[in-house]
């Protein structure tokens, strides 16, 4: 078993690998009826990232009735912002509802970004209990939002199908929009190193809507933020490896190559000849044509 673990790190180092680790994309969920109970107990979303105990549990669910070779830390793209003084809550069926983030005197009233850990600290500690309780052959992910998805939330409020309103605001005030990328990029630098301290041994950064920019804004907004963290996180954490995950954007995943991360999340449609040999990539399975289920459980849905 400890052979698989040893699999997972070299695939994070672009080593051969055979067989290649597996694990999923939330594979900690609603479909697993041991995490609707523990979601019950919990009482809502927020509540159950911010319970070490139970946060922890839900993690460790899909580990147990799979043996998954890697774990990923049940949490949540937008934890950042609560740490930082914004109202968050998620609502069921509709997902996240934030107080936006539109003027100045509205990123006057965000905390400094070496203030958030009050708040995140219950994440710190489901960390510190994953890396205690997994096997010793599961690999341990870490991860947060890229910083241009995050400021999508906190300037519009809430998911939109096209970010318009960030967009908005960076072509009207982008000076603003700047400081709150900027902002959002120390904080995720610290939250991500605070999880490697903790114990994760990898860890991921998200773009969901990397894909909604283009141009020279997708160089300035999505590809160097993630530089100026996995630099961050290299310097500071020199042997942990470093995924980026920019959703929507396959036409473009080799602009992400000089951004120095160990591994990079690829779509079905994107042909492995345009990545670099010191990459890994993670493939993801074609959505809408699903394998079938051997296991009969409901397939996942969105965690919260």
């Not at 968050?88 to 936006?100: I, M, N, W």
């Not at 000076?175 to 902002?183: D, G, I, K, N």
């Amino acid at each position: 078993m400890a052979e698989q673990k040893k699999n997972s790190s070299a695939h994070w180092q672009a080593k051969p690998c055979p067989p290649p680790p597996i694990w999923m994309m939330r594979q900690a969920g609603r479909y697993l009826p041991e995490y609707r109970a523990t979601r019950a107990e919990a009482g809502d979303f927020l509540s159950l990232c911010y319970n070490p105990d139970l946060a922890a549990e839900v993690t460790l669910q899909p580990i147990r009735r799979f043996g998954f070779d890697a774990a990923i830390l049940f949490a949540d793209i937008l934890l950042i912002p609560p740490g930082a003084r914004r109202r968050s809550v998620f609502v069921t069926g509709e997902g996240p509802r934030l107080s936006t983030i539109t003027t100045q005197s509205d990123f006057d009233a965000l905390k400094p970004a070496s203030d958030i850990h009050d708040t995140l600290a219950p994440i710190y500690e489901t960390v510190k209990i994953l890396a205690r309780e997994l096997p010793a052959e599961t690999a341990f992910i870490g991860f947060a939002g890229a910083p241009w998805t995050v400021a999508t939330y906190m300037i519009a409020g809430r998911g939109t199908p096209d970010q318009g309103p960030a967009h908005a605001l960076k072509a009207e005030n982008r000076a603003l929009f700047e400081a709150l990328l900027a902002r959002i990029t120390e904080a995720t630098i610290d939250y991500l190193s605070c999880q490697i301290d903790a114990g994760a041994e990898c860890v991921k950064l998200f773009d969901s809507w990397a894909g909604s920019l283009s141009g020279d804004d997708f160089a300035k907004y999505a590809l160097e933020p993630t530089r100026e963290i996995i630099s961050a996180l290299k310097a500071r954490h020199p042997g942990i490896p470093r995924h980026r995950l920019p959703a929507r954007s396959q036409g473009r995943l080799y602009r992400f190559r000089p951004c120095h991360g160990r591994g990079l999340r690829r779509a079905r449609q994107f042909h492995l000849t345009r990545m670099g040999r010191r990459e890994c990539p993670e493939r993801r399975l074609r959505p809408r044509q699903p394998r079938p289920n051997p296991y009969g459980h409901r397939r996942p849905g969105p965690d919260q």
